[in-house]
């Protein structure tokens, strides 16, 4: 029995992801049956765009851990997106937020990633904080010595030099720190297989992908499977149809 019948896209893809109760779920605000049907059109083809295997990115084993996996401890989210489907009115599923043209679809990817891994990612960004709050500290302590303390604006330089000693030597710091890391931990989001395959596929960070990728990260995942709803996405498109019909 369909959940809802004056629904034109209940019982879809769509209306599984979303899994909200009908009267809070934005489908039901649309004015126009249309854009409803739109939303399930644009949803199917974000899921055509992703690979097979991409419930494997919320698997109990670790996808940062380049070998030995670990268990999972939490999840890395990151924020991606695709051209397609081509955005006319800035409206993609389940969000209706204005987007810019260039990304038709969205998704909150989250991937398990064990306590190690994320330990290495918290460790890389504290290296660069800690060498230059270390080197204004000591130049500080020399501000202290009655030779430097009694030259006028010395003092001030002493510090400028600290702080830039301490963010030449965090930078360097944190340098070194990712090349002796990186034989155990992916710290690009693309050197993750099923994420390379993504890649592949057209999908791109929506911030800036340097050779360490910004993730936050969550106990919870921002997504869930959707491997099922990707294979049933791609059967033929009247069973849809005949589904609405036979309620009638
Ligand atoms: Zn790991």
Redesign the pocket.
Known sequence: MAKNEKCNITDSELCKWLEKECADCFINSMKDKSDAENALENFKVTLSLLPENIDDLLGED?C??VED??KRNGYAIIDMGHSEPENKRGMFFGLGKKVRQRIGSLMPFSIS??R??KSNFKKLEALKWVSLVLFIGIAVGLCFIPEINAVPALPYGVILIGGIIGYIAGKALSQFFLNAKSRQ?YFNVFEIPVCAQLQEKGWFTVQDNNRVTHFLFSKKPMMKKVSELCKTAKEPQEQIAHTTNAED
């Open positions: 670790c940062f851990c996996k670990q990633i064990c190690r891994c931990t």
